[in-house]
C-alpha cells in the first residue's frame, strides 16, 4: 500500500528565507507525485506534479520539487518565502499504473511566515 | 462548471440522523473522488468513480458510508445513523480521463451534534 510522510508538522521562518519541507513515499512501482497547498480558508490547489521525465519540476509561485527516485523523496523547495506563502502543504502521490488511481496524501506541514 | 462544486458548505446535523452531501464536478471531468479531511489531518480517500461505477470504494470506513453518482456527473455521498466521529471537512474532486492532479471543491464541512 501506498503512503506519505512529512517529517515537518510545523515550520515557521522569516520572510526571504529559503525553504525546504521533506516528503518520502513508500511504493515499489512508478508513482506520480504531487504538492497541493491550502491557503487560510480556500480549498486545496495544486502547486506542482511529478509524472516523468526531468526530476526537478516548477510549479506556480516559485516553488519546485526534486523527485529522488533512490531516496523515495519528493521535497519542495522555494529559494525566498514571502508573507503570502503562509499556508498548508501537502505532499500526495498515486501509483503511476493508472492516471485516474486514488491519491493518497501525508499529513501536512503548516507553514507560517513573519513579516 | 466552472469548477467542482459542493453543497451544503456546512451541515449541522444530530447524532443518529442520515445526511447527503452533494458534489457536482468539472463538466467532462469522468473521474470523481470523494475524500474525507479532519483538523490537522490531510485528506482520508473514501470512494473514487470511474464513469457511473465505483472503481474503489476501499476508503469508505463502514457499512453506513454510501456514494452513487447514477449518470456519470452528480455525486451523493451518504451517511447514515451518523456519529460525532463523522463530524469533518467532506471534499470532492474531479480529474479528466487521462489527467493526473485533481481539482477540488471548497467542500462541505459536517458537524454531527
Known amino acids: 500500500a501506498q503512503s506519505v510522510s512529512q517529517h515537518n508538522h510545523h515550520v515557521i521562518l522569516s520572510e526571504a528565507a529559503s525553504l525546504e519541507l521533506g516528503c518520502n513515499y513508500s511504493?515499489?512501482?512508478?508513482?506520480?507525485l504531487f504538492w497541493y497547498v491550502q491557503y487560510p480558508g480556500q480549498h486545496l490547489q495544486l502547486l506542482l506534479k511529478y509524472f516523468s521525465g526531468d526530476p526537478l519540476v516548477k510549479g506556480i509561485k516559485g516553488f519546485e520539487a526534486e523527485f529522488i527516485k533512490s531516496k523515495f523523496s519528493f521535497n519542495l523547495r522555494k529559494p525566498s518565502v514571502q508573507w503570502s506563502d503562509t499556508a498548508e502543504y501537502f505532499c500526495a502521490v498515486n501509483a503511476g499504473y493508472s492516471s485516474a488511481s486514488k491519491i493518497i496524501f501525508g499529513s501536512g506541514t503548516r507553514l507560517s511566515i513573519r513579516p | 462548471g466552472a469548477g467542482v462544486s459542493q453543497t451544503p458548505s456546512n451541515k449541522v446535523t444530530e447524532k443518529g440522523k442520515y445526511v447527503e452531501l452533494r458534489c457536482d464536478p468539472i463538466s467532462g471531468h469522468t473521474a470523481l473522488y470523494w475524500y474525507r479531511q479532519s483538523l490537522g489531518q490531510g485528506p482520508e480517500f473514501l470512494i473514487y468513480f470511474q464513469g457511473t461505477g465505483a472503481a474503489d470504494d476501499s476508503g469508505l470506513p463502514n457499512d453506513r458510508f454510501f456514494a452513487v453518482r447514477p449518470e456519470g456527473s452528480v455525486s451523493t455521498l451518504k451517511i447514515q445513523r451518523t456519529e460525532r466521529g463523522d463530524s469533518a471537512v467532506y471534499l470532492c474532486?474531479?480529474?479528466?480521463?487521462?489527467?493526473?492532479?485533481?481539482?477540488f471543491g471548497s467542500g462541505t464541512r459536517l458537524t454531527v451534534v
Open positions: 474532486a474531479s480529474s479528466p480521463e487521462q489527467g493526473y492532479g485533481y481539482t
Open positions: 511504493y515499489g512501482g512508478t508513482v506520480n
